[in-house]
């Protein structure tokens, strides 16, 4: 299962990204734009989560769009899923714990052509 040296490696091997850290969360940027980091459920995901709420780390990603959001989330609810915080953003949660190395390199990788393709 992957873990948060597994995104770090994958995230900084592409070209024009920079890590930093705000708000005591960690994050990666391509061109300054966001493209995965570390999303701690908040209150309000936990409401709205109740039980089903994850206990392990949460990776958050963008995606190309809410199309491709709507297929990981039917793909595996093992693995994804979202909060009414991220209703119609084009974003994932993603349990780091429970996803393949392979499939979060996969991830990541759209994430980071979905924010550095020129519009």
Same mark, same amino acid.
């Given at each position: 299962?992957?873990? %948060?040296d =597994?995104? $770090? @490696?994958?995230a900084?091997s592409m070209?024009?990204?920079t890590?930093?850290? $705000?708000e !005591? #969360?960690? =994050?990666? $940027?391509?061109?300054?734009?966001l493209? #995965? %980091?570390?999303r701690?459920l908040r !209150? ?5 989560l109740?039980?089903? *709420?994850?206990s392990?780390?949460? /990776?958050?990603? @963008?995606? +190309? =769009?809410l !199309? ?8 595996d609810?093992s693995v994804?899923?979202?909060? +009414? &915080?991220?209703?119609?953003y +084009?974003a994932i949660? #993603? @349990? /780091?714990?429970h996803?393949? #190395? !392979?499939?979060?390199?996969?991830l990541?990788?759209e994430? %980071? &052509? *979905?924010r550095?393709? $020129? @519009?």
């Amino acid at each position: 299962m992957a873990t %948060w040296d =597994d995104v $770090r @490696r994958i995230a900084t091997s592409m070209p024009d990204v920079t890590e930093g850290v $705000r708000e !005591g #969360v960690v =994050d990666w $940027r391509v061109k300054e734009k966001l493209f #995965v %980091w570390e999303r701690p459920l908040r !209150g309000t995901d936990l409401s709205a989560l109740g039980a089903a *709420a994850p206990s392990g780390p949460i /990776l958050a990603a @963008r995606v +190309p =769009d809410l !199309g491709a959001k709507e297929a990981l989330l039917a793909s595996d609810e093992s693995v994804y899923f979202t909060t +009414p &915080h991220f209703n119609g953003y +084009p974003a994932i949660l #993603v @349990r /780091l714990e429970h996803i393949e #190395v !392979g499939e979060l390199e996969e991830l990541i990788v759209e994430a %980071w &052509h *979905a924010r550095a393709r $020129r @519009r």
